[in-house]
């Protein structure tokens, strides 16, 4: 599916509340989007909430255009016309107990209100009426705003206690929006940090993805650390070496629009190995990709130490691996707190200008080449054939005579 146009997303949006308002119904947007509204961002998606029971409102919008993957929590799917996208339709509800810590029991159809008040944080609890153009506020959402704070609607421990993966999502809206933790709220957090434990690891690792691929990272990851969050997401590893916390922070904040691999690199590669790293990876389950893109920036970070001045045949391997931007990335973040030398940063980034054929010129010989002269089969051939590759690169051979003879020599001198 192409991404929608917010334009029309947004005019499909407003339209589909006056048809839910003309038959009869209250509905408004809701959550995410209203925030973002009134903080002057484009909305990621538009949520409308409604008096509607989910059966009207597919009789209202059409069978053929609505999916009702989620009609047991109230929630119905409508698909908008071409290049309009798709949103959630709510039906207010308020959720019952919840045994998991994690997700209700069960849900109640309910009024406007008690669905704000089941909502995370006051800025996550308004509603819009973009009809008759009003906010409609019960939990003190604009103040907040205004105020630059998350607060947890409600007592935040009875909340936190409800859901745990709350505490997460508070520090990831406060650290992105470069709000401030309301202090209940944060002291709740570091009384209750333990308790994390009980979210799944794909939901902390996808948070996790979202706080360090912002610019705000420092900030999510100070705050993590403050209310004790972080000792339990990096359980096992030391985050309390102020010194190593610091680099950690600082190499992580010097990174430009960085992948998650490589931000997630940038923290741990300063307090513990790759091994360490890639086993909280696999803890919070994360791709392959990202993985082992992760574990070889850790294990490769001090690779690049005096490329300026080792020889080329060290150096190309790294700089022609599908890393190597992050590789010299994460060298260019840490040269930046002193802790690498921006001359090889400097080297690496000239080589990586260089055109690929230059970079990573075709071998002069393979194991074919080594067969057809006659070289006996075995572990030899595994030597020369490197051999051959590092005078390559070193510039000391040109062709596949120039290689041959090479072979040849270095035959005759075992
Ligand atoms: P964004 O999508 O930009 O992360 P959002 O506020 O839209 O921010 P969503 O996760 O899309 O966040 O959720 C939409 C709304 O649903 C939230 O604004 C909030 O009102 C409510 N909500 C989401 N998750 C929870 C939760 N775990 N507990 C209580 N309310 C929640
Ligand atoms: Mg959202």
């Known amino acids: 599916m192409s991404k929608p146009d917010p334009q029309k997303q947004r005019e499909f949006a407003i339209e589909a509340v006056r048809i839910l308002q003309q038959a009869g119904f209250e509905a408004c947007f809701a959550g995410g989007c209203v925030r973002d509204q009134l903080l002057g961002r484009e909305p990621k998606d538009f949520d409308i909430a409604t008096s509607a029971r ?3 409102v597919r009789d209202l919008f059409g069978h053929r255009r609505t999916l009702p993957i989620g009609a047991s929590f109230g929630v119905i799917t409508v698909l908008g016309p071409r290049g309009a996208g798709q949103f959630d339709v709510a039906t207010f509800r308020s959720d019952g107990k919840y045994s998991d810590g994690r ?3 069960e849900v109640r159809f309910s009024s406007a209100e008690e669905d704000a008040q089941r909502r995370d944080f006051t800025i996550n609890g308004m509603f819009f009426d973009p009809v008759n153009e009003r906010i409609i506020d019960y939990v003190g959402g604009q103040v907040d ?13 009875v909340r936190f206690a409800e859901d745990k993966l709350r505490m997460l999502r508070a520090v990831r809206f406060a650290a992105t929006l470069a709000f401030e933790l309301e202090a209940e709220t944060a002291a709740a957090i570091s009384r209750m940090a333990d308790q994390l434990t009980a979210v799944s690891s794909e939901r902390i690792a996808a948070e996790m993805q ?7 990272r420092l900030r999510a990851l100070t705050m993590l650390r403050y209310t004790r969050l972080a000792e339990v997401l990096f359980a096992g590893i030391n985050v309390h070496d102020e010194s190593s916390w610091d680099r950690a922070l ?3 904040d010097h990174l430009d629009a960085p992948g998650y691999a490589l931000a997630l690199a940038a923290v741990l590669g300063e307090l513990t190995d790759s091994r360490t790293a890639g086993e909280l990876g696999q803890k919070w389950r994360l791709s392959n990709e990202v993985l082992r893109r992760l574990t070889w920036l850790v294990s490769n970070r ?3 130490t005096g490329a300026a001045q080792l020889p080329w045949y060290r150096i190309q391997p790294l700089l022609i691996h599908p890393g190597a931007a992050d590789l010299v990335a994460l060298c260019a973040a840490r040269a930046e707190i002193g802790q690498f030398d921006p001359a090889d940063v400097d080297f690496c980034r000239q080589r ?3 055109p690929a054929e230059r970079l990573d010129p075709p071998a002069l010989l393979s194991g074919d080449d080594l067969v057809a002269r006659g070289v006996p089969q075995g572990s030899v051939y595994r030597e020369l054939l490197s051999a051959v590759r590092d005078a390559q690169l070193q510039g000391e051979i040109q062709t596949q005579a120039d290689a041959l003879a090479l072979v040849d020599r270095l035959l005759k001198s075992r």
């Open 210 to 216: 979202r706080m360090l691929v912002d610019p705000h």
């Open 302 to 304: 001090a690779e690049l």
């Open 103 to 105: 997700h209700p029991d």
């Open 250 to 252: 600082r190499t992580a």
């Open 145 to 157: 705003l205004e105020r630059c704070v998350v607060r947890a609607i409600g007592a935040a421990e």
């Open 352 to 354: 990586l200008l260089w």
């Open 54 to 56: 989910p059966d009207e």
